[in-house]
């Protein structure tokens, strides 16, 4: 069984502050993790991966992830947010082969 | 190369009527899944192809859904008969295989009235 738990449904923060979208995991497997966002009226498209290699995974567009084992989380971060960054953004956990979705959470992005 | 492709992209219909859901994968992708987003809630697992053979169907609704691929190309997803907590936005993903992260297309905003 897995399950993915995004503690935040929402998330506001200041342009040019960071930003932390929190995501905890549970797997009988060794997961394979993942971040999407979903602009408004657009698909989901990956933002990084996590496949058992390193555990500092880097994405696209400045963002990274953190996989922590003792934890059992796979939070999100950026040093600086724009405000392109404003979007809902979903963690998902594979730990046999059907990957399962978070809630999501809604980043807001004040100028 | 070519993303994974859904249409339409929106469909307004009438409960009681019938819809099909159309997806193409990225080709040579052998893993199709499809989602489900009902408004305001998470999105959700409804099956998994590999080729043209159905991995796993546990998250489909009930037995007004049907799921095809055909070929083990593109996939359907038909509705009939549509009802209104159908609505929703039913999105298409597809794989290379286990390891790799997972293509999503735009998805299909289906509206019920």
């Known amino acids: 069984a897995q399950s993915v738990t995004q503690l935040d449904s929402h998330v506001s923060v200041s342009e040019g502050t960071p930003v932390l979208l929190r995501c905890n995991y549970s797997?009988?497997?060794?997961?394979?993790l993942f971040w999407y966002v979903q602009h408004p009226n657009k698909g989901l498209q990956l933002l990084l991966k996590?496949?058992?290699?390193?555990?500092l995974v880097k994405g696209i567009n400045g963002f990274e992830a953190e996989f922590k084992k003792s934890e059992t989380s796979f939070h999100l971060t950026k040093p600086s947010a724009h405000m392109s960054d404003a979007a809902e953004y979903f963690c998902v956990v594979r730990g046999s082969y059907i990957p399962t979705f978070g809630r999501g959470t809604s980043l807001i992005v004040h100028p | 190369e070519a993303g994974v492709t859904q249409f339409p992209s929106h469909s307004v219909i009438e409960k009681g009527q019938t819809v099909t859901l159309r997806c193409d994968p990225i080709?040579?992708?052998?893993?199709l899944y499809w989602y489900r987003r009902v408004m305001g809630k998470e999105i959700k697992f409804l099956l998994h192809f590999v080729k043209e053979s159905k991995q796993d169907e546990s998250g489909m609704p009930n037995n007004r859904f049907l799921a095809e691929r055909t070929g083990g190309t593109y996939s359907t997803l038909k509705v009939q008969p549509a009802e209104l907590e159908d609505s929703g936005v039913y999105f298409c993903?597809?794989?290379?295989?286990?390891?790799?992260?997972?293509?999503f297309g735009s998805g299909t905003r289906l509206t019920v009235v």
């Open positions: 080709s040579g992708h052998d893993n």
């Open positions: 993903a597809s794989s290379q295989d286990l390891y790799y992260g997972y293509t």
């Open positions: 797997s009988s497997y060794s997961p394979s």
């Open positions: 996590y496949t058992s290699a390193a555990t």
